[in-house]
């Protein structure tokens, strides 16, 4: 089975200049087939406010009223996805920026309406993503990178999170590949002691989740994401990394980040 790496990119690497630059010169330099998924709430926020649309939060979850949707549209699938490829593709990279609704790679349900109305956002299930065209794409030789709007199949673009996405694509993949996931962003990984760049975590089982959740080490924001990460391993992707963008080489090595295992 060949390997396959989807790749996150988040955080505040994406609005940084600098290291935007320096991390896609690591990720088109990394060998074999690979997928990258991004989003850019915080660039979306600036944006917004200058054009009088106020980011609207609830528990750090972004509320998309239909203004909100024109401008993280904007961003996600103009400013950022092409910005991105035309760097790739100066890095010998022949990236191809889409969004979900482009060759109905992701179709998503809007979330429906309980206590909260999150308004335009999208969640995915196990046949959201076109496993099918993105192998196509891959075969021919493009590196798709994927922002996180897609689409309800009947022409409603919807908001949806990155890091699902990009969940959902190694899950989606991993019939057909050896996939890995890899979330990067400005930390090395899992912490001991956040404060303490030298307490990295480097292994994380999946019976050792509950233990370091019971002690702390694992709080936050970084509780889903390790859900979501386990959940991916008992959907057939290989192996999860949580890491720094900009160690993102060390991969090859075994040497990067947190690496998620069963």
């Known amino acids: 089975m060949k390997k396959l790496s989807v790749i996150k990119i988040g955080g505040n690497v994406i609005d940084n200049s600098e290291k935007l630059h320096q991390f896609l ?3 088109a330099a990394l060998p074999g ?47 950022i996805n092409k910005n991105m490829v035309a760097q790739l593709q ?21 979330r429906p309406v309980k206590d909260i109305d999150y308004g335009f956002v999208g969640d995915l299930d196990e046949a959201s993503v076109s496993s099918d065209t993105l192998d196509s794409l891959l075969k021919a030789g493009l590196v798709p990178v994927l922002c996180a709007i897609t689409h309800d199949g009947a022409s409603q673009l919807l908001n949806t999170n990155a890091d699902t996405i990009a969940s959902a694509v190694a899950v989606a993949m991993s019939s057909i590949y050896d996939t890995s996931l890899v979330y990067c962003f400005e930390k090395r990984g899992v912490m001991r002691d956040i404060d303490d760049d030298q307490s990295l975590v480097p292994v994380i089982r999946m019976g050792e989740f509950e233990t370091l ?3 702390g080490v694992v709080s936050g924001g970084m509780i889903p994401k390790l859900h979501n990460a386990f959940e991916a391993i008992k959907s057939g992707v290989s192996a999860v990394y949580i890491g720094k963008a900009d160690e993102l080489p060390q991969i090859d090595q075994q040497n990067f980040g947190t690496r998620l295992i069963r």
């Open 25 to 27: 010169l690591d990720f």
């Open 33 to 79: 087939d690979k997928i990258l998924i991004h989003g850019g709430g915080k660039i979306a926020t600036e944006l917004g406010g200058s054009l009088g649309v106020e980011a609207k939060m609830v528990e750090g979850r972004r509320i998309t009223d239909i203004e909100t949707l024109r401008v993280v549209t904007m961003v996600y699938a103009g400013l």
């Open 90 to 110: 100066a890095k010998g990279s022949n990236a191809i920026g889409l969004t979900g609704a482009d060759g109905n790679i992701i179709k998503a349900v809007k």
């Open 213 to 215: 959740k019971n002690e």
